[in-house]
Structures are given as structure tokens and as C-alpha cells.
């Protein structure tokens, strides 16, 4: 069995709950920070919903610097807007997974800073770690911000005190 196959339902499932958790940030309270070194809500909601880009990435370079100078997309100005983004990348990334020869899940891939190495390993391996892994964790830190808000904190691997 290819490993898209693998990773195709598992991609699935990952997005339905992260787009679940997204549409329940509140819009009102953009800045809020359960800590002063976490990141703000607003900016967290949106680096999640831009995960699946860095999942496209994997898939069409062998490399990635994040400190290269390029153009940056200006940040969703609204939930919608946010949501709207979080599909279309969603959209494109797995198409790019069911296509992706098994080989290439294979070959190595990098991801750097300038000349200090962040990862480097298999595709695959970025794959589960570098996008898989990533997005689960922002999605679980944005929970804590929607229970710290009074938001409801949608069900993910069983039920929340929410939604039994």
C-alpha cells in the first residue's frame, strides 16, 4: 500500500476537526493571550489555518528556509476570510498528497533558518511531524484559549465537556 494511502484519512479526519475548532474562534477577542508568551489568539488561529500551505511545501520543494526573504500573504482580516483560506490550502495540499508518487514520500526534505537545520529526514517524516503533529498542537492550544473564553470546545478524539 502507498503511504498517501496511509496519510490520505488521516488527513481528512485532522482537517474536519481543525476547520471545527477554527470556526469557533471568537472574532471579539483577537488579542487574547492566556500567557505573555503566547501567541495571540488571532495570530494562532491563523498560523493553523495556514498549515496545510506548509504541507503543500513539503510536497513541491526538497527544501524550505523560513528566513529566506520572499513575500509573506497579508494575515485574514476576518473568521470567515480565515476559514475561506484554511479550505482552499486545504483543498490544494490534498490533492497534491493523493497525487504524490510513494517515492517521494521517501526522499529527504529540509527545513531550515538560515544555516541552522530544523529538520531533515523524510518526507514522510515531515509530513507526520512537521504538519501532522504541528497542527494538532496549535489546534489543542487553541482549545485552551476557547475554554479560557467561554467558547464551546468542539469534540476531537472523544467528547469535550461540551459535547458529549
Same mark, same amino acid.
Given at each position: ?43 494562532? !488561529?491563523?498560523?493553523?489555518?495556514? %498549515?496545510? *500551505? &506548509? ?7 526538497? $527544501?524550505?528556509?523560513? =528566513? #529566506? ?7 485574514? !482580516?476576518?473568521?470567515?476570510?480565515? %476559514?475561506? *483560506? &484554511? ?7 490534498? $490533492?497534491?498528497?493523493? =497525487? #504524490? ?64
Amino acid at each position: 500500500m502507498p503511504l498517501y494511502d496511509l496519510l490520505l484519512p488521516e488527513f481528512d479526519e485532522e482537517i474536519q476537526k481543525t476547520r471545527v475548532t477554527l470556526e469557533r474562534v471568537p472574532e471579539d477577542k483577537p488579542d487574547f493571550k492566556p500567557h505573555e508568551k503566547s501567541m495571540a489568539m488571532v495570530k494562532l !488561529a491563523n498560523h493553523t489555518a495556514a %498549515l496545510p *500551505g &506548509f504541507l503543500s511545501l513539503m510536497l513541491t520543494t526538497d $527544501a524550505f528556509d523560513v =528566513a #529566506a526573504p520572499g513575500e509573506r500573504p497579508a494575515p485574514p !482580516a476576518t473568521g470567515a476570510e480565515r %476559514l475561506a *483560506g &484554511f479550505d482552499a490550502v486545504a483543498k490544494s495540499a490534498r $490533492a497534491q498528497l493523493a =497525487a #504524490a508518487a510513494d517515492r517521494t514520500l521517501h526522499e529527504n526534505w529540509k527545513l531550515s533558518a538560515g544555516e541552522r537545520v530544523i529538520f531533515t529526514g523524510s518526507r514522510y517524516h515531515a509530513i507526520r511531524s512537521m504538519f501532522f503533529n504541528h497542527m494538532i498542537h496549535h489546534r489543542a492550544q487553541l482549545g485552551v484559549y476557547l475554554r479560557m473564553n467561554d467558547c464551546l470546545v468542539p469534540s476531537i478524539y472523544g467528547p469535550s465537556a461540551d459535547e458529549k
